[in-house]
């Protein structure tokens, strides 16, 4: 007896090891069109509005014909007369220095001979700045002794002077001002201490970066209680934010310099007055977050990295996702499929994306 060539074993074997083999040429051409897409594409994850408005009309659910309009024939508006853009006046509570341009004291008279009136002016106002200006704080303490009992031995002090005046770095030449002038730039500004000893040099006076950095260094060390502080109100609000970012250290004991570190962000405290603290490490240990948040109950968003699921067995804590975490995949399944893309299978996924656009309008 002849078994038929469509119920041969075989045959089944080689359809099956067809369709697992079409089925992975489709995803690896997923991929590849994904990875062409994050190498030459946009970095924008924003969609065109053909992609996610008018392909996502389809569907939409049904809804009822408009009505009939009536044709526009316009109404008539009184005119009205636009706003004057021009310069913003300078603040009035900034200093003003007047430089008087006067005319010379012969075309103060007249061709009569009579001498001329002054009859207005005309001021114009610029915006000037002060460059800065190095100086030296010399603090002097008179010390004060009694001459009746010099030389009589006594048991209290027979020198009286003023104690000195309260330091942030014991012992250093440094002010308070110039130290918060040089954290400022350094920090708020982003002027790293070598371009600041240039600045100085300019100035007329050398302080090197070495210095600045044992400075701050010192500096954190003192706002050491005002830390704890600002984190205790962190730690107070109803909402945590919680990421961690790399960073490449060039210089530190034991470590490579092409080893990667990471900075941790916490934001939390009072959302009209957020307190923001960043925390540097040399790993990403789950137990780093799960330290920060021992004592913490209430909600903290972060993204999907797996060291925050702790949050999830955390019966205190609401551990919400990111949504741009979350539409950047779906973002990813529609730029992956391209020009051959099926609507019935990404319909879905434009779908979900126009939901979370609705959402972050709602947020603005």
């Known amino acids: 007896m002849i078994t038929p060539l469509a119920n041969m074993p075989e045959i089944d074997e080689l359809r099956g090891r067809l369709q697992r083999s079409e089925h992975e040429n489709d995803l690896l051409r997923e991929q590849l069109r994904l990875l062409r897409s994050q190498l030459y594409g946009r970095k924008s994850e924003r969609l065109s509005a053909s992609s996610e408005y008018t392909q996502l009309m389809l569907f939409d659910e049904p809804v009822a014909a408009p009505e009939k309009v009536e044709e526009f024939k316009g109404v008539d508006v009184t005119a009205h007369t636009r706003k004057k853009v021009g310069r913003k006046p300078l603040p009035e509570d900034l200093p003003r220095v007047e430089i008087v341009h006067d005319i010379a004291e012969k075309d103060k008279i007249c061709g009569c001979g009579n001498a001329k009136s ?36 006594d048991d209290g002090p027979t020198v009286a002077i003023a104690p000195p005046p309260p330091q942030i770095i014991p012992k250093s030449i440094v002010s308070a001002g110039l130290l918060a002038h040089v954290l ?32 701050a ?24 934010n919680a990421d961690e970012t790399t960073l490449q250290v060039l210089s530190e004991p034991g470590r490579s310099p092409t080893r990667k570190s990471y900075m941790w962000i916490f934001r939390g405290g009072d959302p009209e007055r957020p307190v923001l603290e960043f925390q540097y490490h040399p790993s990403r240990e789950a137990a780093i977050a799960a330290n920060f948040l021992a004592d913490y109950k209430g909600y903290v968003q972060t993204d999907g990295y797996a060291g925050y699921d702790f949050l999830d067995r955390r ?17 990813e399944v529609i730029k992956a499929a391209g020009k051959l893309r099926s609507q019935k299978k990404i319909g879905a996924a ?10 972050y309008a709602i947020e603005k």
Not at 189 to 214: H, I, K, W
Request: charged share 25%; with cysteine.
């Open 315 to 331: 019966p205190d804590i609401t551990h919400m996702g990111c949504w741009a975490h979350v539409r950047r995949k779906f973002v």
């Open 217 to 240: 260094m010192q500096a954190a060390s003192a706002c050491q209680p005002l830390l704890e502080l600002l984190r205790k109100d962190l730690l107070s609000g109803p909402l945590i």
């Open 118 to 153: 002054r009859i207005g002016e005309e001021v114009m106002e610029q915006l000037d700045i002060m460059p800065a200006r190095i100086q030296v704080l010399r603090h002097i303490r008179p010390k004060y002794a009694c001459r009746q009992c010099e030389g009589v031995e």
């Open 184 to 215: 400022v730039t350094k920090f708020a500004d982003a002027v790293p201490f070598y371009r600041q000893e240039g600045q100085f040099t300019r100035l007329g006076v050398e302080v090197s970066r070495t210095n600045m950095c044992n400075w």
């Open 350 to 359: 434009e779908e979900t994306v126009e939901m979370i656009r609705k959402l």
